[in-house]
């Protein structure tokens, strides 16, 4: 009642916001005469003028009426094509940040080209993002004449550019792409090692061709970036075999490991520590593991080389496989998996994975299969991908249907822009019938008639199995026609092309004939190359064009008598933007247009929502067979059909992106933190920090088991130093300073800082900082797999809480950032450590020195349960070897030991044996210098 009052006064919402823009084109329009007037030479001189006022202050939309004036006069030049006040219109829209709504064939690419003119003047870069590779190059083939008129320059990206192209491209004033590439170019951006890598320079402004297929259709469905996980897991069942012949050290008579510190004699090759779950090697069982290795031909010279070191991680995870981890008490074995078994509740943990090789040690352990299998490297959604950019706006023929979803997820208003000309189109009402034979067989006799008479027809179908039954019914007839489907995207535009000349008959799919359009008659542009072929001379193509465009126009007039493109439904579809999008089709620029939508009771869509009632009802009262039901009342239910569906949809989407917010947010600190790392030229400050906190923590737990015992508190801080930074504390438990906890956090601090500072004298402060910044890199990429297959877990995992009146998306929201908070905790104590740990010593530098690769096995955008789609089986990436400068050893008992001499820090991560060589050569580093 209270909308019905407010149009009454005010006028519908599309007045109102039509009303609001006139001034705004009015203003255009008035500089019309003065862009016409300026010669060619003062266009780029113009864009100059307007980014100098950008830069000192001035707003674009003070701008917006000369721009969109230049913009105008520069399509006129060029293309022969004046805008018309409704795309001008439109384009101020999108200046606006908002989505357009504009019928088919008002001429949407046109229409964009003001608005991304007007903001591209910022120079930070607009982006143009359309459905396929074929729009793509097409559209900026096409408006490539006007904005190089205007002084800027385009650039597209496809899908088989390397990454110098890209990052050409990128760098132009507007860049054309699909979605897809978009958004894997940012995936890969924050997969890199160096900040020279990256090809894309920022989100600032994009507008999105067919905005609801990109953001509403595709929404459910992440981009993913997978490749193979090292196969590794043959290592871990040759070290299982090993474990019987290495010793756990005996203990003294009050149950206590001795202490080589206090020069007690040490008889074993590891310690246990079952409180966190940890093991450690002793000198003995290190040489031990050593010449075990060697034997066996698993490594040549020593544990402690970088190629060969990775074995003592397996070697820990297997141990404590082995005396850790037990069988129906933390895991069970079902159905040849090994699976977890939650500590607290008793349930088993279904598609949970132990971290860091250790569930592939027990899988060794269990002699149950390791397998091989693609990990997530990367995945984003293009909800939030599309919602980094600073402003965001789109264009389709059909939004307004979907306008609350597009302001509740992206915050962003539809305006629908009215037809230059008033649309002549019929659309009839859907005639409905009994079942699906009788469907088609009143659909074919339609078809029949119409191609007849001469009349285009256009049939719609909602796939591509009912696409083939009408092709066979029409073949059968002897009724020539065309499929289209999406396999090829030239192809598909040159069908469509073709779709409204006389007599033509084409069966399309929902996805299809999108991005071009069909013209009555035909087009003579497509008949005109086709003639000429590819070796014609300019004249030679504009005679064959003139005589084919005089062809055109006769038969425009015949097929324009006969009443226009016919368009023909076969059903329903579950949203009333698709059918409206193919009824769109017909009836551009005030042509002639018929459309109408064949039922049946059978359509999964009358099926669903009431429809065997209804053909009961109407079986009761005497249908006559093959006898349609024409009422408009059928066609309000079947519209509030199409609601219910779309509205549960709209939930599906939502629930899924409450979801996927909680991994946006986490990606999001991981790709900042990781842009700060390339960036930062003193990482030691970070290290430092670390270290201050890990110390700190220590001594608060120090301070409280002191009171109870200070022997023993004296004890596990002396262990934890050593073990975290082979730090050696000299402290006895009844020193006075022992007490005096602050002063003795601070002079561990200070000793401990020392130490990185005289490393980074002896190496150099850029080399020290490069060692660094590759050993965070290589956490942080490893901790951030792990941390998406944890999340997918998880996410299966809450699921099962609401049986126990638990909400799980607060449950997964808790945990998830528990987790992740771990994640970060663990790579800032890793990596202090290993900076600690790491001493210098010389080596001959073999490897090969080069820019890191990351190796991308396959990139995609499938349908996928959820929005992570790793599979919860096979292996997880192994944890990283301890770093070393040249050669280092892991350090003894000091870390003031002096080293023999100072080496260059290794600068990047060790070359995986199944990436390409770094040489250039093409082959794999295996194959090449690495056999």
């Known amino acids: 009642m209270l909308d019905n009052v407010i149009k009454a006064l005010f006028g519908s919402q599309h007045e109102r916001d039509l009303k609001a823009l006139l001034p705004i084109l009015h203003a255009v329009n008035e500089k019309e005469a003065w862009a016409a007037s300026l010669p060619p030479e003062e266009f780029p001189k113009m864009t100059e003028r307007f980014r100098e006022r950008y830069r000192n202050g001035e707003s674009l939309d003070s701008m917006l009426p000369e721009a969109f004036a230049l913009a105008r006069e520069a399509a006129r030049r060029n293309l022969g094509e004046r805008p018309y006040d409704v795309q001008v219109l439109g384009s101020i829209v999108l200046h606006q940040g908002k989505i357009v709504e504009m019928k088919t064939g008002e001429g949407k690419t046109l229409m964009s080209v003001a608005a991304t003119y007007l903001n591209a003047i910022t120079g930070k870069g607009v982006h143009v993002v359309t459905v396929n590779d074929y729009l793509a190059s097409r559209d900026a083939a096409w408006m490539s004449p006007v904005f190089n008129y205007l002084g800027m320059t385009v650039g597209t990206i496809l899908s088989d550019m390397d990454n110098d192209r890209r990052r050409e491209n990128y760098a132009c004033d507007i860049t054309y792409g699909t979605n897809n590439e978009f958004g894997f170019d940012y995936l890969r951006d924050n997969m890199r090692w160096d900040l020279e890598g990256r090809v894309q320079r920022g989100h600032h402004f994009c507008v999105v061709d067919e905005i609801d297929s990109i953001l509403i259709d595709e929404a459910r469905t992440p981009l993913i970036i997978s490749g193979a996980a090292e196969d590794d897991t043959y290592k871990f069942f040759e ?24 020069g007690e004699e040490v008889i074993g090759d590891y310690k246990i520590n079952e409180k966190n779950k940890n093991i450690s090697f002793t000198n003995a069982g290190m040489n031990k593991i050593e010449k075990l290795l060697q034997k066996r031909g698993l490594i040549k010279g020593s544990l402690f080389d970088e190629e060969n070191f990775e074995y003592i991680h397996y070697f820990t995870q297997a141990l404590r496989a082995h005396k850790l981890f037990h069988i129906d008490v933390d895991y069970v074995v079902q159905d040849g998996q090994v699976q977890i078994v939650d500590e607290f509740t008793g349930r088993i943990l279904h598609g949970r994975r132990y971290s860091d090789g250790l569930h592939q040690a027990i899988e060794a352990k269990e002699r149950i299969k390791i397998a091989q299998r693609n990990r997530t490297l990367a995945t984003i959604t293009f909800q939030n991908y599309f919602r980094l950019y600073e402003k965001i706006s789109g264009m389709t023929g059909t939004a307004d249907t ?28 859907d005639v409905v019938y009994l079942n699906e034979k009788e469907k088609f067989e009143a659909l074919c006799d339609e078809i029949e008639a119409a191609h007849k008479r001469g009349q285009p027809v256009l049939v719609g179908t909602v796939s591509i199995e009912k696409s083939e039954k009408v092709s066979a019914l029409l073949t059968r007839r002897g009724i020539r026609h065309e499929v289209l489907n999406a396999k090829n995207h030239a192809r598909e535009a040159v069908i469509i092309a073709e779709a409204g000349a006389k007599g033509a008959v084409t069966i399309a799919t929902n996805m299809a004939g999108r991005g071009t359009d069909i013209k009555l008659g035909g087009n003579p542009e497509h008949r005109a190359r086709k003639r000429a072929g590819t070796n014609a001379t300019p004249e030679q193509y504009a005679k064959i064009y003139k005589e084919e465009y005089e062809k055109w126009k006769k038969d425009y007039e015949e097929v324009k008598s006969l009443g226009g493109l016919y368009v023909i439904g076969t059903e329903r579809h579950e949203s009333r933007r698709i059918d409206n999008q193919l009824r769109g089709r017909s009836g551009r620029q005030g042509d002639p247009g018929r459309s109408k939508f064949f039922i049946s009771m059978d359509d999964d869509l009358m099926r669903l929502f009431g429809g065997s009632n209804i053909k009961n009802l109407m079986s009761k009262i005497g249908m006559e067979p093959g006898e349609p039901i024409y009422h408009p009342w059928l066609n309000k239910s079947i519209e509030r059909a199409q609601k219910k569906v779309e509205e549960r949809n709209f939930e599906i989407r939502k629930h899924l992106l409450e979801y996927d917010d909680v991994l946006n947010q986490q990606r999001k600190f991981i790709y900042e933190q990781r842009d700060a790392i390339l960036a930062d030229q003193h990482l030691v400050d970070r290290v430092n920090n670390a270290t201050n906190d890990m110390v700190h923590a220590a001594l608060e737990d120090y301070r409280a088991t002191f009171r109870r015992d200070p022997v023993l508190a004296v004890k596990e801080l002396a262990r934890f130093l050593k073990e975290k930074f082979a730090y050696q504390l000299q402290l006895e438990s009844n020193a006075p300073e022992a007490q005096k906890v602050e002063d003795l956090e601070q002079r561990i601090t200070e000793e401990l800082k020392q130490e990185i500072a005289e490393k980074e004298a002896l190496v150099g402060a850029e080399n020290l900082n490069t060692f660094i910044r590759m050993q965070y890199l290589q956490a942080i990429d490893r901790k951030w797999l792990d941390h998406l297959e944890n999340m997918e877990a998880l996410r299966e995992a809450v699921y099962l809480r609401s049986y126990g009146q638990k909400n799980p998306l607060t449950e997964y929201k808790i945990e998830g950032f528990q987790i992740f908070e771990t994640m970060i905790d663990e790579i800032r104590q890793e990596i202090a450590s290993r900076v600690h740990l790491v001493r210098v010593q010389s080596t001959d530098n073999r490897e090969v020195r080069a820019r890191p690769v990351a190796t991308i096995h396959s990139a995609s955008h499938g349908s996928v349960g959820s929005f992570a789609g790793a599979a919860a089986g096979g292996t997880s990436a192994r944890s990283g070897t301890t770093p070393t400068m040249g050669s280092a050893r892991p350090v003894g008992p000091s870390s003031r030991s002096e080293p023999e001499s100072v080496t260059v820090v290794r600068a990047y991560p060790k070359v995986g044996r199944n990436d390409p060589c770094p040489c250039g050569s093409g082959k794999k580093y295996k194959y090449c210098h690495g056999k």
């Open 239 to 262: 070290v299982d075999k090993l474990l019987d012949t290495l010793e756990e050290v005996k203990k003294k008579e009050d149950g206590e490991y001795p202490d080589e510190a206090q």
């Open 402 to 429: 979907e306008a609350v979803e597009f302001n509740k997820i992206y915050n962003l208003d539809v305006v629908v822009i009215p037809t230059n000309l008033p649309v002549a189109r019929i659309d009839e009402d």
